[in-house]
Protein backbone atom coordinates (compact mmCIF):
# COMPACT_ATOMS: atom_id res chain seq x y z
CA UNK A 1 0.00 0.00 0.00
CA UNK A 2 1.20 3.20 -1.16
CA UNK A 3 2.20 5.50 1.80
CA UNK A 4 0.65 8.75 2.11
CA UNK A 5 2.21 11.60 2.01
CA UNK A 6 2.86 13.67 5.51
CA UNK A 7 4.09 17.28 6.04
CA UNK A 8 7.17 17.02 8.22
CA UNK A 9 7.41 17.72 11.97
CA UNK A 10 8.38 21.07 13.08
CA UNK A 11 12.03 20.00 13.96
CA UNK A 12 12.40 19.10 10.05
CA UNK A 13 10.86 22.45 9.88
CA UNK A 14 13.23 24.09 11.35
CA UNK A 15 16.22 22.46 10.35
CA UNK A 16 15.65 23.24 6.65
CA UNK A 17 15.65 26.86 7.28
CA UNK A 18 18.61 27.00 9.18
CA UNK A 19 20.38 25.29 5.94
CA UNK A 20 18.84 27.59 4.13
CA UNK A 21 19.88 30.27 6.42
CA UNK A 22 23.51 28.72 6.35
CA UNK A 23 23.32 29.02 2.43
CA UNK A 24 22.04 32.89 2.27
CA UNK A 25 25.66 33.13 4.51
CA UNK A 26 27.76 32.17 1.40
CA UNK A 27 25.45 33.85 -0.69
CA UNK A 28 25.15 37.25 0.84
CA UNK A 29 28.07 39.67 0.97
CA UNK A 30 28.90 40.05 4.81
CA UNK A 31 28.71 43.65 6.26
CA UNK A 32 27.62 45.24 9.57
CA UNK A 33 27.09 48.39 11.07
CA UNK A 34 29.25 50.26 13.59
CA UNK A 35 27.13 49.60 16.86
CA UNK A 36 26.65 51.68 20.25
CA UNK A 37 26.11 51.28 23.26
CA UNK A 38 25.47 52.95 26.84
CA UNK A 39 28.04 52.18 29.64
CA UNK A 40 25.70 53.17 32.65
CA UNK A 41 28.71 52.49 35.33
CA UNK A 42 31.05 55.04 33.47
CA UNK A 43 28.28 57.20 31.85
CA UNK A 44 29.92 57.17 28.20
CA UNK A 45 29.37 55.63 24.63
CA UNK A 46 31.17 52.76 23.71
CA UNK A 47 31.36 52.70 19.84
CA UNK A 48 32.09 49.12 18.15
CA UNK A 49 33.34 49.61 14.65
CA UNK A 50 32.59 46.75 11.68
CA UNK A 51 36.53 45.58 12.10
CA UNK A 52 35.96 45.08 15.69
CA UNK A 53 37.57 47.71 17.26
CA UNK A 54 36.03 50.47 19.96
CA UNK A 55 36.07 53.96 20.74
CA UNK A 56 35.31 55.74 23.89
CA UNK A 57 32.60 58.58 23.43
CA UNK A 58 31.30 61.54 25.87
CA UNK A 59 28.12 60.05 27.12
CA UNK A 60 26.38 63.64 26.37
CA UNK A 61 23.60 64.60 23.61
CA UNK A 62 26.50 65.90 21.42
CA UNK A 63 27.82 63.12 21.04
CA UNK A 64 24.25 61.38 19.31
CA UNK A 65 23.77 64.61 17.42
CA UNK A 66 27.32 63.99 15.87
CA UNK A 67 26.40 60.30 15.58
CA UNK A 68 23.27 60.87 13.68
CA UNK A 69 21.13 59.43 16.34
CA UNK A 70 18.37 60.60 16.91
CA UNK A 71 17.51 58.97 20.22
CA UNK A 72 17.43 61.43 23.72
CA UNK A 73 20.54 60.94 26.26
CA UNK A 74 18.01 60.48 28.84
CA UNK A 75 16.67 57.22 27.30
CA UNK A 76 20.16 55.66 27.46
CA UNK A 77 20.90 56.95 30.84
CA UNK A 78 17.56 55.50 32.59
CA UNK A 79 18.26 52.01 30.65
CA UNK A 80 15.07 52.39 28.12
CA UNK A 81 17.45 51.55 25.57
CA UNK A 82 20.10 48.69 26.95
CA UNK A 83 21.04 47.08 23.65
CA UNK A 84 23.52 48.44 20.84
CA UNK A 85 22.20 50.69 18.61
CA UNK A 86 23.15 50.54 14.86
CA UNK A 87 24.86 53.59 13.90
CA UNK A 88 23.64 55.20 10.53
CA UNK A 89 25.68 55.79 7.63
CA UNK A 90 28.37 53.79 9.38
CA UNK A 91 27.41 49.82 6.87
CA UNK A 92 30.36 48.84 5.23
CA UNK A 93 31.55 45.11 3.60
CA UNK A 94 33.40 43.25 6.15
CA UNK A 95 35.12 39.50 5.24
CA UNK A 96 32.94 36.75 5.04
CA UNK A 97 32.11 34.55 7.83
CA UNK A 98 30.19 31.12 6.18
CA UNK A 99 28.48 28.92 8.07
CA UNK A 100 29.59 25.43 7.02
CA UNK A 101 28.99 21.87 8.70
CA UNK A 102 30.34 22.74 11.95
CA UNK A 103 28.80 25.53 12.41
CA UNK A 104 25.20 23.85 11.45
CA UNK A 105 25.64 20.99 13.75
CA UNK A 106 26.48 23.96 17.20
CA UNK A 107 24.14 26.15 16.19
CA UNK A 108 21.22 24.22 17.93
CA UNK A 109 23.28 23.59 20.55
CA UNK A 110 24.42 26.72 21.32
CA UNK A 111 20.27 28.22 20.48
CA UNK A 112 19.40 25.89 23.53
CA UNK A 113 22.17 27.18 25.57
CA UNK A 114 21.16 30.87 24.61
CA UNK A 115 17.35 29.74 25.28
CA UNK A 116 17.56 28.31 28.35
CA UNK A 117 15.59 30.38 30.67
CA UNK A 118 12.28 29.92 28.14
CA UNK A 119 12.98 26.03 28.05
CA UNK A 120 12.99 25.55 31.93
CA UNK A 121 10.16 27.69 32.09
CA UNK A 122 8.24 25.58 29.61
CA UNK A 123 9.32 22.34 31.62
CA UNK A 124 8.66 23.40 35.26
CA UNK A 125 4.81 24.61 33.49
CA UNK A 126 4.33 21.30 32.07
CA UNK A 127 5.44 19.36 35.69
CA UNK A 128 3.09 22.02 37.28
CA UNK A 129 0.12 21.17 34.78
CA UNK A 130 0.96 17.11 35.41
CA UNK A 131 0.19 17.67 39.54
CA UNK A 132 -3.25 19.39 38.69
CA UNK A 133 -4.45 16.70 36.27
CA UNK A 134 -3.23 14.19 38.54
CA UNK A 135 -5.05 16.18 41.28
CA UNK A 136 -8.22 16.08 39.30
CA UNK A 137 -8.87 19.92 39.87
CA UNK A 138 -8.88 19.86 35.72
CA UNK A 139 -11.55 17.54 35.17
CA UNK A 140 -13.85 18.96 37.74
CA UNK A 141 -13.18 22.46 36.22
CA UNK A 142 -14.02 21.68 32.64
CA UNK A 143 -16.90 20.08 33.76
CA UNK A 144 -17.88 23.30 35.50
CA UNK A 145 -17.19 25.68 32.66
CA UNK A 146 -18.82 23.21 30.51
CA UNK A 147 -21.98 23.61 32.27
CA UNK A 148 -21.46 27.56 32.47
CA UNK A 149 -20.99 28.12 28.50
CA UNK A 150 -23.21 25.51 27.30
CA UNK A 151 -25.17 26.93 24.08
CA UNK A 152 -22.35 29.76 24.60
CA UNK A 153 -19.04 28.03 24.28
CA UNK A 154 -17.93 30.97 21.36
CA UNK A 155 -17.74 33.23 24.78
CA UNK A 156 -14.72 31.18 25.26
CA UNK A 157 -12.82 32.13 22.34
CA UNK A 158 -13.88 35.98 22.87
CA UNK A 159 -12.73 35.73 26.23
CA UNK A 160 -9.70 34.26 25.90
CA UNK A 161 -8.81 36.11 22.54
CA UNK A 162 -9.48 39.56 24.37
CA UNK A 163 -7.22 38.90 27.70
CA UNK A 164 -4.27 37.53 25.62
CA UNK A 165 -4.50 40.63 23.45
CA UNK A 166 -5.04 43.13 26.21
CA UNK A 167 -1.71 41.40 27.72
CA UNK A 168 0.17 41.86 24.49
CA UNK A 169 -0.18 45.60 23.49
CA UNK A 170 0.28 46.66 27.12
CA UNK A 171 3.28 44.99 27.77
CA UNK A 172 4.03 42.17 24.75
CA UNK A 173 2.59 38.96 26.38
CA UNK A 174 3.93 36.37 24.06
CA UNK A 175 6.36 34.05 24.67
CA UNK A 176 4.37 33.52 28.26
CA UNK A 177 1.43 32.07 26.43
CA UNK A 178 2.81 28.76 26.02
CA UNK A 179 1.40 27.97 29.58
CA UNK A 180 -2.00 28.16 28.73
CA UNK A 181 -2.05 25.66 25.73
CA UNK A 182 -2.11 22.48 28.18
CA UNK A 183 -4.84 23.96 30.50
CA UNK A 184 -7.39 25.45 27.57
CA UNK A 185 -6.58 22.65 24.87
CA UNK A 186 -9.11 19.85 27.23
CA UNK A 187 -11.51 23.39 27.16
CA UNK A 188 -11.63 23.81 23.62
CA UNK A 189 -12.13 20.04 23.02
CA UNK A 190 -14.50 19.90 25.44
CA UNK A 191 -16.82 22.48 23.77
CA UNK A 192 -16.55 20.65 20.37
CA UNK A 193 -14.17 22.86 19.01
CA UNK A 194 -10.56 21.62 17.59
CA UNK A 195 -6.79 22.43 18.30
CA UNK A 196 -6.78 24.93 15.81
CA UNK A 197 -9.36 26.87 17.92
CA UNK A 198 -7.40 26.73 20.81
CA UNK A 199 -3.72 27.97 19.48
CA UNK A 200 -5.87 30.68 17.59
CA UNK A 201 -7.32 32.48 20.38
CA UNK A 202 -4.48 32.14 22.23
CA UNK A 203 -1.53 33.08 19.58
CA UNK A 204 -3.07 35.23 17.43
CA UNK A 205 -4.98 37.59 20.39
CA UNK A 206 -0.98 37.43 21.29
CA UNK A 207 0.22 38.40 17.74
CA UNK A 208 -3.15 41.08 17.73
CA UNK A 209 -2.14 42.88 20.33
CA UNK A 210 1.71 43.12 19.65
CA UNK A 211 1.40 43.91 16.60
CA UNK A 212 -1.23 46.74 17.64
CA UNK A 213 0.84 47.80 20.19
CA UNK A 214 -0.49 50.75 22.58
CA UNK A 215 2.18 50.66 25.95
CA UNK A 216 4.56 47.34 24.75
CA UNK A 217 7.54 48.04 26.14
CA UNK A 218 9.68 45.61 24.14
CA UNK A 219 8.35 46.95 20.80
CA UNK A 220 6.46 50.58 20.67
CA UNK A 221 8.39 52.19 23.31
CA UNK A 222 11.84 50.94 22.65
CA UNK A 223 11.62 51.45 19.07
CA UNK A 224 10.28 55.23 19.72
CA UNK A 225 13.01 55.90 22.08
CA UNK A 226 15.51 54.69 19.12
CA UNK A 227 13.51 57.11 16.86
CA UNK A 228 13.70 59.64 19.36
CA UNK A 229 9.93 60.68 20.00
CA UNK A 230 7.64 59.94 22.38
CA UNK A 231 6.06 56.26 22.12
CA UNK A 232 2.18 58.35 22.65
CA UNK A 233 3.12 59.46 19.27
CA UNK A 234 0.52 57.51 16.75
CA UNK A 235 -1.27 55.48 19.87
CA UNK A 236 -4.52 56.41 18.53
CA UNK A 237 -4.36 54.93 15.40
CA UNK A 238 -2.79 51.97 16.50
CA UNK A 239 -5.97 51.76 19.62
CA UNK A 240 -8.36 52.06 15.94
CA UNK A 241 -5.97 49.05 14.29
CA UNK A 242 -5.87 47.59 17.57
CA UNK A 243 -9.97 47.19 17.77
CA UNK A 244 -10.91 46.22 14.17
CA UNK A 245 -8.06 43.81 13.73
CA UNK A 246 -9.81 42.24 17.46
CA UNK A 247 -12.98 41.99 15.90
CA UNK A 248 -12.15 40.56 12.87
CA UNK A 249 -9.92 37.90 14.42
CA UNK A 250 -12.24 36.76 17.11
CA UNK A 251 -15.16 36.87 13.80
CA UNK A 252 -12.58 34.74 11.99
CA UNK A 253 -12.09 32.26 14.71
CA UNK A 254 -15.47 31.60 15.72
CA UNK A 255 -16.72 31.30 12.10
CA UNK A 256 -14.35 28.68 11.88
CA UNK A 257 -15.37 27.59 15.35
CA UNK A 258 -18.99 27.06 14.58
CA UNK A 259 -17.93 25.51 11.07
CA UNK A 260 -16.49 22.42 12.72
CA UNK A 261 -18.91 22.26 16.05
CA UNK A 262 -21.73 21.47 13.20
CA UNK A 263 -19.39 19.43 11.27
CA UNK A 264 -16.55 18.04 12.82
CA UNK A 265 -15.14 16.25 9.44
CA UNK A 266 -14.54 20.21 8.12
CA UNK A 267 -11.96 20.67 10.85
CA UNK A 268 -8.06 21.33 8.98
CA UNK A 269 -7.29 18.72 11.86
CA UNK A 270 -10.23 16.54 12.15
CA UNK A 271 -7.55 13.32 10.65
CA UNK A 272 -5.83 13.84 14.33
CA UNK A 273 -8.94 13.63 15.99
CA UNK A 274 -8.29 10.40 17.80
CA UNK A 275 -4.72 11.56 18.84
CA UNK A 276 -5.81 15.22 20.20
CA UNK A 277 -8.16 13.23 22.38
CA UNK A 278 -6.54 10.89 23.59
CA UNK A 279 -3.78 13.37 24.69
CA UNK A 280 -5.69 16.37 25.93
CA UNK A 281 -9.68 15.44 26.08
CA UNK A 282 -10.24 14.56 29.93
CA UNK A 283 -12.69 11.29 30.93
CA UNK A 284 -16.37 12.42 30.35
CA UNK A 285 -17.34 10.68 33.54
CA UNK A 286 -18.30 13.63 35.93
CA UNK A 287 -15.41 14.52 38.95
CA UNK A 288 -16.47 16.32 42.10
CA UNK A 289 -15.26 20.03 42.17
CA UNK A 290 -14.87 20.07 45.71
CA UNK A 291 -13.44 22.70 47.94
CA UNK A 292 -9.86 21.57 47.55
CA UNK A 293 -10.02 21.09 43.59
CA UNK A 294 -11.24 24.86 43.50
CA UNK A 295 -8.28 25.82 45.99
CA UNK A 296 -5.78 24.77 43.19
CA UNK A 297 -7.31 25.88 40.29
CA UNK A 298 -7.42 29.57 42.36
CA UNK A 299 -3.64 29.06 43.33
CA UNK A 300 -2.95 28.48 39.72
CA UNK A 301 -5.14 30.83 38.59
CA UNK A 302 -3.07 33.69 40.73
CA UNK A 303 0.37 32.53 39.73
CA UNK A 304 -0.79 34.11 36.21
CA UNK A 305 -1.70 37.37 38.02
CA UNK A 306 1.45 37.33 40.10
CA UNK A 307 3.44 36.79 36.75
CA UNK A 308 1.67 39.37 35.07
CA UNK A 309 2.04 41.58 37.71
CA UNK A 310 5.93 41.25 38.02
CA UNK A 311 6.45 41.13 34.28
CA UNK A 312 4.50 44.36 33.58
CA UNK A 313 5.65 46.27 36.79
CA UNK A 314 8.62 44.70 38.59
CA UNK A 315 10.96 43.65 35.15
CA UNK A 316 10.80 40.00 35.89
CA UNK A 317 12.08 37.52 32.98
CA UNK A 318 12.27 33.74 33.10
CA UNK A 319 13.92 33.32 36.25
CA UNK A 320 11.53 34.97 38.11
CA UNK A 321 8.51 33.85 36.58
CA UNK A 322 10.13 29.86 36.32
CA UNK A 323 10.76 30.38 40.34
CA UNK A 324 7.12 31.57 40.55
CA UNK A 325 5.40 27.95 39.03
CA UNK A 326 7.94 26.03 40.94
CA UNK A 327 6.73 27.55 44.09
CA UNK A 328 3.26 27.18 43.14
CA UNK A 329 3.54 23.74 41.80
CA UNK A 330 4.98 22.71 45.52
CA UNK A 331 1.89 24.48 46.99
CA UNK A 332 -0.98 23.13 44.64
CA UNK A 333 0.77 19.47 45.01
CA UNK A 334 0.46 19.83 49.34
CA UNK A 335 -3.15 21.13 48.93
CA UNK A 336 -3.48 18.05 46.85
CA UNK A 337 -2.06 15.97 49.42
CA UNK A 338 0.25 14.41 47.22
CA UNK A 339 2.76 11.94 48.95
CA UNK A 340 6.72 13.19 48.23
CA UNK A 341 7.36 10.34 45.71
CA UNK A 342 3.73 10.58 43.43
CA UNK A 343 4.43 14.57 43.30
CA UNK A 344 8.10 14.06 42.39
CA UNK A 345 7.40 11.37 39.79
CA UNK A 346 4.24 13.45 38.48
CA UNK A 347 6.36 16.62 38.02
CA UNK A 348 9.28 14.98 35.68
CA UNK A 349 6.46 13.01 33.74
CA UNK A 350 4.62 16.47 33.17
CA UNK A 351 8.05 18.22 32.05
CA UNK A 352 8.76 15.12 29.76
CA UNK A 353 5.99 15.77 27.89
CA UNK A 354 6.92 19.57 26.76
CA UNK A 355 10.99 18.37 25.86
CA UNK A 356 9.46 18.64 22.19
CA UNK A 357 8.40 22.21 23.00
CA UNK A 358 11.85 22.97 24.48
CA UNK A 359 13.87 21.92 21.63
CA UNK A 360 11.37 23.42 19.20
CA UNK A 361 12.62 26.66 20.83
CA UNK A 362 16.46 26.21 21.18
CA UNK A 363 16.49 25.16 17.64
CA UNK A 364 14.21 28.47 16.49
CA UNK A 365 16.86 30.64 18.06
CA UNK A 366 20.12 28.66 16.10
CA UNK A 367 18.94 29.87 12.60
CA UNK A 368 19.22 33.60 14.46
CA UNK A 369 22.75 32.76 15.72
CA UNK A 370 23.25 31.60 12.11
CA UNK A 371 22.40 34.56 10.49
CA UNK A 372 24.37 37.01 12.92
CA UNK A 373 27.63 35.04 13.04
CA UNK A 374 28.03 34.87 9.24
CA UNK A 375 27.32 38.75 9.13
CA UNK A 376 24.51 38.95 6.53
CA UNK A 377 21.92 40.53 9.07
CA UNK A 378 23.13 43.75 8.78
CA UNK A 379 23.72 43.30 4.70
CA UNK A 380 20.03 43.01 4.30
CA UNK A 381 19.17 45.84 6.22
CA UNK A 382 20.95 47.99 4.56
CA UNK A 383 19.87 46.50 0.84
CA UNK A 384 16.80 47.02 1.90
CA UNK A 385 16.73 50.68 3.66
CA UNK A 386 18.45 51.36 0.32
CA UNK A 387 15.42 50.18 -2.07
CA UNK A 388 13.19 52.40 0.03
CA UNK A 389 14.43 55.57 -0.31
CA UNK A 390 13.58 58.52 -2.19
CA UNK A 391 9.71 57.14 -2.71
CA UNK A 392 6.56 58.64 -2.77
CA UNK A 393 5.60 58.71 0.92
CA UNK A 394 2.44 56.60 0.62
CA UNK A 395 4.46 54.13 -1.29
CA UNK A 396 7.38 54.53 0.94
CA UNK A 397 4.93 53.50 4.43
CA UNK A 398 3.66 50.62 2.86
CA UNK A 399 6.75 49.28 1.71
CA UNK A 400 8.66 50.03 4.59
CA UNK A 401 5.76 48.00 6.58
CA UNK A 402 6.97 44.78 3.75
CA UNK A 403 10.73 45.68 4.71
CA UNK A 404 9.55 45.17 8.40
CA UNK A 405 8.02 42.00 8.19
CA UNK A 406 11.18 40.59 5.82
CA UNK A 407 13.38 41.54 8.59
CA UNK A 408 11.01 40.15 11.45
CA UNK A 409 11.93 36.42 9.20
CA UNK A 410 15.59 37.18 10.01
CA UNK A 411 15.34 39.11 13.30
CA UNK A 412 12.40 37.88 15.51
CA UNK A 413 13.32 39.84 18.54
CA UNK A 414 10.73 42.98 18.66
CA UNK A 415 13.25 45.23 20.42
CA UNK A 416 16.13 44.04 18.74
CA UNK A 417 15.09 44.58 15.33
CA UNK A 418 13.88 48.03 17.15
CA UNK A 419 16.91 48.87 17.90
CA UNK A 420 18.70 47.63 15.16
CA UNK A 421 16.88 49.20 12.45
CA UNK A 422 14.67 52.04 13.78
CA UNK A 423 18.17 54.03 14.19
CA UNK A 424 18.55 53.26 9.84
CA UNK A 425 14.98 54.13 8.95
CA UNK A 426 13.89 57.00 10.93
CA UNK A 427 16.43 59.16 8.92
CA UNK A 428 15.21 57.79 5.59
CA UNK A 429 11.88 58.73 6.42
CA UNK A 430 13.07 61.92 7.27
CA UNK A 431 13.95 62.80 3.76
CA UNK A 432 10.70 61.65 2.33
CA UNK A 433 9.10 63.77 4.64
CA UNK A 434 7.22 60.94 6.31
CA UNK A 435 6.44 61.27 9.91
CA UNK A 436 8.67 58.57 12.39
CA UNK A 437 5.51 57.70 14.65
CA UNK A 438 4.36 56.39 11.31
CA UNK A 439 7.72 54.44 10.95
CA UNK A 440 7.35 52.89 14.72
CA UNK A 441 3.77 52.03 13.30
CA UNK A 442 5.04 50.27 10.20
CA UNK A 443 7.53 48.45 12.32
CA UNK A 444 5.63 47.03 14.61
CA UNK A 445 2.56 45.79 12.08
CA UNK A 446 5.81 44.40 9.83
CA UNK A 447 6.68 42.31 12.55
CA UNK A 448 3.56 41.70 13.48
CA UNK A 449 1.91 40.14 10.24
CA UNK A 450 5.47 38.12 9.67
CA UNK A 451 4.79 36.61 13.54
CA UNK A 452 1.65 35.12 12.09
CA UNK A 453 3.81 32.54 9.98
CA UNK A 454 7.16 33.07 10.68
CA UNK A 455 9.37 29.65 11.79
CA UNK A 456 11.90 31.52 13.34
CA UNK A 457 9.37 33.32 15.83
CA UNK A 458 6.88 31.52 18.35
CA UNK A 459 4.35 29.90 16.24
CA UNK A 460 6.49 26.59 15.80
CA UNK A 461 7.14 25.54 19.77
CA UNK A 462 3.80 26.55 19.57
CA UNK A 463 2.10 24.78 17.40
CA UNK A 464 4.03 21.39 18.93
CA UNK A 465 2.19 22.44 22.51
CA UNK A 466 -0.83 21.14 20.53
CA UNK A 467 0.57 18.94 18.26
CA UNK A 468 -0.88 20.50 15.12
CA UNK A 469 1.93 20.52 11.98
CA UNK A 470 2.96 23.92 10.48
CA UNK A 471 1.00 23.17 6.65
CA UNK A 472 -2.29 22.91 9.01
CA UNK A 473 -1.83 26.25 10.63
CA UNK A 474 -0.96 27.77 6.95
CA UNK A 475 -3.34 26.62 5.61
CA UNK A 476 -6.33 28.20 8.99
CA UNK A 477 -4.06 31.32 8.76
CA UNK A 478 -3.02 32.84 5.58
CA UNK A 479 -6.51 34.40 4.82
CA UNK A 480 -6.88 36.55 8.09
CA UNK A 481 -3.46 37.61 7.34
CA UNK A 482 -4.67 38.92 4.31
CA UNK A 483 -7.05 40.58 5.88
CA UNK A 484 -5.20 42.05 8.54
CA UNK A 485 -2.38 43.05 6.10
CA UNK A 486 -4.78 45.05 4.41
CA UNK A 487 -6.08 46.89 7.48
CA UNK A 488 -2.51 47.50 8.12
CA UNK A 489 -2.20 48.95 5.23
CA UNK A 490 -5.27 51.07 5.61
CA UNK A 491 -4.43 52.30 9.35
CA UNK A 492 -0.49 53.10 7.82
CA UNK A 493 -2.03 55.43 5.20
CA UNK A 494 -4.56 57.13 7.95
CA UNK A 495 -2.10 57.84 10.18
CA UNK A 496 0.13 59.62 7.07
CA UNK A 497 -2.41 61.42 5.45
CA UNK A 498 -4.14 63.18 8.45
Known amino acids: MKKKLMFPTAFTVLFIVL ?28 ETFPDGTTRELEGTQKTLDELGVSSDI ?83 IVFVTFLVALGGTTFGLAEETIAFYPILMPVYLAAGYDAIVCIAAIYMGSSIGSMFSTTNPFSVVIGSNAAGINFTQGVSFRLIGLAVGFIITTLYIVRYANRISKNPEKSLVYDLSDEMNAHFKKESKEVEFTPRRIMILIIFILSFVVMIYGVANLGWWFEEMTAL ?48 NGLVSDTILYGLSTMVSGMNRNIFVILMMFVFMILGFFIASSSGL ?56 LRFVLPLLALITILAIFILLLEINI
Not at 344 to 371: E, H, K, P, Q
Open 325 to 372: FLVSGVIIGIFAGMGEKIFVNTFIAGAADLMGVGLVIGIARSINIILE
Open 19 to 46: ILAAGLTYLVNAGAYAKLVYDLDNQVFI
Open 74 to 156: AKFQEGSINKPIAVPGTYEKVKANPQGIRELLLAPIQGVYDSIGIILFVFIIGGVIGIINESGAINAGIAALSRVTKGHEYML
Open 418 to 473: ATLAIPIMAPIADAVNVPRDVIITACIFGQGLMSFITPTGLILASLEMVHVTYNKW
